[in-house]
Structures are given as structure tokens and as C-alpha cells.
């Protein structure tokens, strides 16, 4: 069995690569899915974020206004708040569906597709270096445990596989996935680049990665690249599999 972990910024090409790599035969879980089944209403992550954003982000059916709470998040700078919430829900279901996937298959290759995975790690170290008790209220931010989690989350991945391209190829397919309409354009650029701002550059991810795989748009290239690396990722995970050791 082998857990990998499939990063990059926005729009980087990870749902192309994750796509793949389940083709190959990997089990493949996607971390915005994860966050979107646990802010539906009912569960406890959406009533965290209900109370610590106000009744605003609740749209009229009850679910929560994603436009507004994105707003809020970067447009008033509330994004560690809302991530502080959603991000210790997302890393124990990862854990849980990894759990499920390796009882099932013992030489699974079980790949998380993350936008954040060092962000996750960067931001609960600065919070525990610099708590805010504004935060620690709203989204228990400071929690040994919670901060235990989230820190360590690097290491609960045997590989990181980091996807880069240069930042103005990501904000064009991200503008092209979310802007159809010309004149939403230059608002999805706008948004494009802020997020990008608030995601490690792609030097400081692949210094930390085990892969690399740049993709400038040769879709051809980066299926061959991704072959070639599923061969290792599964070799290794049928060794690990036999020794019955992820050591």
C-alpha cells in the first residue's frame, strides 16, 4: 500500500493527472469534494462555519452561499479562519477513506488530490507560533490536537507528487474553467490571482516533493510522465505490500 499525496496550485492540471492516475488503477479521493460533503447542512462543519461567519453565507435553500463565504474568506481575509474549520474535518475523512480503500486492497495505491497539502502544514505551524484569540473562539485554532493534526499532515504521505506551470498559463485555465462569459473575465483573473497569492510557489512545493511534473499543456507528454510514474508508485506499493510495512 502506498498513500500519495497529488498537489498544486490553481490550475496546475491536478484533476487531468488525477484522472489518470486512476485510469492506471489508483483509488483517487478529491480534498474539495471531502470539504463539500462536510459543509452540507447537518453536518458539524457547516455549523462551525455558520457560526463563526454569521447567517449571511446561508443561502435561501439552507445550504451555504459558497460566492459569500469565498468573499468573506478573501476578500476580508478570512480564509485561515473558514480553512482552520474545514481543514481538520477534510484530514481525518482523507484518513478514514485511506483506512477503508487499504482494508479492501492491501497493494492499493490510495492518491489525494489536494490544492493545499503545505499550505495545511504552513498554517497551522503559524498559528501555533502566533495563535489569535479572535481565531481560537471561532474555530478552536490553538487546539494541541487540532494543530497536532494538522502540522503533521506531511507525514501522514509516503510521496508528494507536485504539478507546476508557469502562474499566467494557471490563471488562463482557471479563467476558462470558471468564466465562460467574457465579461465575468476580468473578476475571474482578479480572483485567479489572489488566490494564487495565498498558495506556496511552485519552487518551494517541488523543493519539498518526491515528483515533479511540470505541465505547460502537452497532454500527450505529461500521460506519458504519468505512466512512467505510476509503474514506480505501484512496484513499490506491491513491496510494501508483501513486507506488510510502509517502512
Known amino acids: 500500500m502506498l498513500r500519495v ?4 496550485g490553481l490550475g496546475s492540471g491536478k484533476s487531468t493527472v488525477a484522472a489518470q492516475l486512476r485510469s492506471l488503477g489508483a483509488y483517487v479521493i478529491e480534498a474539495d469534494e471531502l470539504g463539500r460533503e462536510l459543509m452540507r447542512p447537518g453536518q458539524a462543519v457547516y455549523e462551525e462555519i455558520v457560526g463563526a461567519f454569521g447567517p449571511e453565507v446561508v443561502g435561501a435553500d439552507g445550504r ?5 463565504l469565498a468573499q468573506m474568506a478573501f476578500g476580508e481575509g478570512r480564509l485561515e479562519e473558514l480553512n482552520a474549520i474545514v481543514h481538520p474535518g477534510v484530514i481525518a475523512a482523507q484518513q478514514r477513506w485511506m483506512e477503508g480503500v487499504f482494508s479492501r486492497d492491501p497493494a492499493a495505491v490510495a492518491v489525494v488530490e489536494s490544492a493545499l497539502i503545505f499550505e495545511v502544514e504552513r498554517d497551522a505551524k503559524a498559528r501555533a507560533c502566533h495563535p489569535s484569540g479572535k ?3 471561532a474555530a478552536k485554532v490553538g487546539h494541541p490536537e487540532v494543530e497536532r493534526l494538522l502540522a503533521d499532515w506531511r507525514k501522514r504521505f509516503d510521496h508528494i507528487i507536485v504539478l507546476t506551470a508557469p502562474d499566467e498559463l494557471k490563471i488562463a485555465r482557471y479563467v476558462e474553467r470558471v468564466a465562460k462569459d467574457p465579461e465575468k473575465r476580468a473578476a475571474a483573473v482578479a480572483d485567479a490571482r489572489v488566490r494564487l497569492a495565498r498558495q506556496m510557489p511552485d519552487a518551494e512545493k517541488a523543493a519539498r ?7 505547460t499543456g502537452d497532454l500527450e507528454s505529461l500521460r506519458a510522465r504519468v505512466g512512467a510514474l505510476w509503474v514506480h508508485l505501484r512496484a513499490e506499493s506491491n513491496n510494501q505490500a508483501s513486507s506488510g510495512s510502509l517502512e
Do not use: P
Request: charged share 40%.
Open 5 to 8: 499525496g497529488l498537489t498544486g
Open 64 to 68: 451555504l452561499d459558497r460566492a459569500r
Open 135 to 137: 481565531d481560537k473562539d
Open 209 to 215: 516533493a518526491d515528483f515533479v511534473l511540470e505541465n
